[in-house]
């Protein structure tokens, strides 16, 4: 992108503020500064005008989960579905690792921090080794898409290369980079980081399916004949990835996206429970759960909303590039303390709040399809997340929770 043509796509959001500094910046700076401005979309910023359309919850009601009883008398049949479509290679993966491990004390990719005890186990090795299960009982390749971020795109596929991918082929294996949406100031206005640099944060987990196209790996599962999506999160190490069970009960059942979930060990566990919204599928928060959501119960007197969903979804592509033509996913503006310049150029580092980062979410992807299957999995055995060093959803407790299911550690 020339300065010329920066100029013209800043004008027209409004945003030529953010070559300010240009003529102070060296060569490298200023191609950085371009690059930047060519690929970020501002038209995110936009929604800060129209805050009070954003966020508002519909009418909530229960969704009736296919629980392991069913699954379990079903099984065999939902598997020989599942596996058919797995060797017909209509099934992909999308392993979403952008994020960084700075929560565990790490400054590496989250996907390399080394769970092992006795060995070397990182947990990207952990997540292949789950998905090996998968390849060697349908004996076909399932393609793998994995989303880096600005921050770790390198250190991630020079990690993975170095290890030989932990023994997953190469030749199925793509990486795309997450897109980064601008933070702005409260009226809108970008903020910059630096002279050269715009302030910018990943664009939410609902953003992959987007960054796919963006980054035309979607082409290449297009391509491939890939159908189905399985999209999961890199920090639960006990996850099954294209569970052929799974698979089959949501082709079966014909619908739009399967959702694995877990009985809640709590009724204020945070986290995520599917319901119905206004008639929908959806996600409703732990936060937004009131006492009388949480205190209704179904006709077996068991909670209601009682299934927690643990981001491991099986969407339908056609479905998803529908909603992406039409541009159905909403943005969610959030409120934060985002390090910026001043009016004098000076480096800021705010104390409280001072604008706002646009998002997102995997949620509202689910509440803009027609028809979600909720699909319960034994807590632990798929179960593991690893968001703390110590503590609950922890290092410690996925370590323990690999033990228990035979992993040597």
């Known amino acids: 992108m020339t300065y010329d043509q920066a100029k013209e796509k800043l004008e027209k959001f409004g945003q030529e503020h953010l070559l300010k500094y240009y003529t102070e910046l060296e060569e490298g700076q200023k191609e950085a500064l371009l690059t930047q401005i060519d690929e970020t979309d501002f038209s995110a910023v936009d929604a800060c005008k129209h805050m009070e359309e954003i ?8 969704l009736k989960c296919m629980e392991l009883p069913e699954i379990e008398a079903e099984k065999e049949r939902f598997r020989a579905i599942g596996l058919e479509a797995i060797k017909a290679g209509k099934v992909g993966a999308v392993l979403l690792a952008g994020g960084m491990g700075t929560r565990l004390g790490s400054d590496d990719p989250k996907g390399m921090y080394n769970i092992g005890l006795t060995k070397d186990m990182y947990i990207f090795e952990r997540l ?18 994995i989303m880096t971020s600005d921050k770790n795109q390198v250190a991630t596929e020079k990690f993975l290369r170095e290890h030989a991918f932990f023994g997953y082929s190469a030749d199925y294996v793509w990486f795309f980079k997450q897109d980064m949406a601008p933070a702005s100031d409260y009226n809108g206005k970008v903020y910059l980081e630096q002279k050269g640099v715009i302030s910018t944060s990943p664009n939410g987990n609902g953003g992959w399916y987007a960054s796919m196209e963006k980054g035309g790996v979607r082409k290449i599962a297009q391509d491939l004949g890939v159908e189905w999506l399985n999209v999961f999160a890199v920090d639960n190490v006990l996850q099954r990835i294209a569970d052929p069970v799974f698979v089959g009960a949501t082709i079966d059942r014909d619908c739009a996206v399967g959702a694995k979930v877990v009985r809640k060990n709590a009724p204020d566990e945070k986290v995520g429970v599917i319901c119905l919204e206004d008639g929908r599928p959806s996600i409703v928060e732990y936060y937004e759960l009131t006492d009388e959501l949480m205190n209704t119960k179904d006709e077996k007197g068991d909670p209601a909303y009682n299934f927690g969903v643990i981001l491991n979804y099986l969407f339908r592509d056609k479905d998803l590039k529908d909603m992406l033509d039409n541009d159905r996913l909403p943005l969610h503006v959030v409120e934060k303390k985002i390090p910026c310049l001043d009016e004098e150029g000076n480096p800021v580092k705010p104390e409280k709040p001072n604008g706002y980062k646009y998002e997102r979410l995997v949620l509202d992807m689910i509440h803009e399809l027609d028809s979600c299957l909720p699909f319960e999995v034994v807590r632990n055995r798929e179960f593991a997340p690893i968001k703390n060093k110590t503590g609950i959803d922890s290092v410690e407790s996925a370590r323990a929770l690999l033990q228990e299911n035979g992993v040597e550690l």
Not at 55 to 62: E, L, R, V
Not at 128 to 145: K, Q, S, T
């Open 55 to 62: 966020g508002q919850k519909g009418k909530i009601s229960p």
């Open 128 to 145: 292949i080794c789950n998905m090996m299960d998968v390849v060697n009982e349908a004996g076909a390749w399932i393609p793998l898409f």
